[in-house]
């Protein structure tokens, strides 16, 4: 069964950082491009990055550019999400995601208040 | 970055009725696109992949179809938990963008 477990996630001030993981289990990890998608509260879903399954590719939103850095380990079928300068806007339920966005995790939260 | 325009942002049905929702794409993105269902509290749940594609386990009253620009998830024949909220993604070109949801609401 394919799980996706995600944590790290906080209540961080303004300018801040954090580091989001997500645990993969249940298939080839090292075969499949994995993503992050955001859901601020009350609001739609927004694609953050995507990391090519041996890392060598990485792309991201503009919003989030130069200020997240998306990476893996595949020794330890895990995804990270590296978050700094956090605004206010950057508050939101983090979900990372298998392949073309097909299995979900349950999310993370991350909230960004001074 | 390619905008997907998805309607009608809310809809009221009863159950039985057949609905259908459209995203369209401000361009052409072959058969690049999934519909998801997300309830309250719980993470989205891929339906369709391939933009017309059944995820395993998803019921056979769900469907898609379309290609290039424009596309339908229909379902048909609403039950009780298919109360929820829907998007499309496009995965076509970077960034990949949602539609902004359609929320189907019992009429």
């Known amino acids: 069964e394919v799980q996706l477990v995600e944590s790290g996630g906080d209540l961080v001030q303004p300018g801040g950082s954090l580091r989001l993981s997500c645990a993969a289990s249940?298939?080839?990890?090292?075969?499949?491009?994995m993503s992050w998608v955001r859901q601020a509260p009350g609001k739609g879903l927004e694609w953050v990055a995507n990391?090519?399954?041996?890392?060598?590719?990485?792309y991201y939103v503009d919003s989030v550019k130069g200020r997240f850095t998306i990476s893996r380990d595949n020794t330890e079928n895990s995804l990270y999400l590296q978050l700094n300068s956090l605004r206010a806007e950057d508050t939101a339920v983090y979900y990372c995601?298998?392949?073309?966005?097909?299995?979900w995790g349950q999310g993370t939260l991350v909230t960004v208040s001074s | 970055d390619i905008q997907m325009t998805q309607s009608p942002s809310s809809l009221s049905a009863s159950v039985g009725d057949r609905v259908t929702i459209t995203c369209r794409a401000s361009?052409?993105?072959?058969?690049?696109l999934g519909w998801y269902q997300q309830k309250p509290g719980e993470a989205p749940k891929r339906l369709i992949y391939?933009?017309?594609s059944l995820q395993s386990g998803v019921p056979s009253r769900f469907s898609g179809s379309g290609s290039g620009t424009e596309f339908t998830l229909t379902i048909s024949s609403l039950q009780p938990e298919d109360f929820a909220t829907y998007y499309c993604?496009?995965?076509?070109?970077?960034?990949?963008?949602f539609g902004q949801g359609t929320k189907l609401e019992i009429k």
């Open positions: 995601a298998r392949g073309l966005v097909g299995y």
């Open positions: 249940g298939f080839a990890f090292n075969t499949f491009w």
């Open positions: 990391i090519k399954p041996d890392g060598s590719e990485k």
């Open positions: 361009q052409g993105i072959r058969n690049d």
């Open positions: 391939a933009a017309s």
């Open positions: 993604l496009q995965h076509n070109s970077y960034p990949y963008t």
